[in-house]
Nanobody, 123 residues
Framework: QVRLVESGGGLVQAGGSLRLSCAAS????????MGWARQAPGKEREFVAY????????YVGDSVRGRFTISRDNAKNTVYLQMNSLKPEDTAVYYC????????????????WGQGTQVTVSS
C-alpha cells in the first residue's frame, strides 16, 4: 500500500500563490507516476498535472498551464504543486494520486489517492 498525505491548501486572494505538498509513504518503490487532480463543488474530478516518479517527465493540463508547476523531491518522497496567478475558478479540493503503472492524465489509472486539501481563491 501507498499512503499519500496532502498539505498546503488554504484561502488566498485572486492573483496569489500557494504550494501544495504530497508526501508518499509505504510501498513507494511501486510508484511509477504521481499526479494532481481537483474537484470543484458539483463538478467532476479534473486532471491537473503529473510527474514521473523519477521526476524526468512532467505534464500540466490545459486549464492551468503557464500558472501551475509540478515538481518532486526524491529524498523526501514528496511531490509539489506550485500554483501561481490563482483565479476564483481554481477553487476546489485538490487531490494527490499515485500510479503503479505510468504517469498519466487519465485519472482512472491512478491506484492510490490522498484525502484532499481545500484551496479557496477569493475574488
Amino acid at each position: 500500500q501507498v499512503r499519500l498525505v496532502e498539505s498546503g491548501g488554504g484561502l488566498v486572494q485572486a492573483g496569489g500563490s500557494l504550494r501544495l505538498s504530497c508526501a508518499a509513504s509505504g510501498r513507494t518503490f511501486s510508484i511509477d507516476g504521481m499526479g494532481w487532480a481537483r474537484q470543484a463543488p458539483g463538478k467532476e474530478r479534473e486532471f491537473v498535472a503529473y510527474i514521473t516518479w523519477s521526476g524526468a517527465s512532467t505534464y500540466v493540463g490545459d486549464s492551468v498551464r503557464g500558472r501551475f508547476t509540478i515538481s518532486r523531491d526524491n529524498a523526501k518522497n514528496t511531490v509539489y504543486l506550485q500554483m501561481n496567478s490563482l483565479k476564483p475558478e481554481d477553487t476546489a479540493v485538490y487531490y494527490c494520486a499515485a500510479s503503479s503503472t505510468l504517469a498519466t492524465s487519465v485519472l482512472d489509472e491512478y491506484d492510490y489517492w490522498g484525502q484532499g486539501t481545500q484551496v479557496t481563491v477569493s475574488s
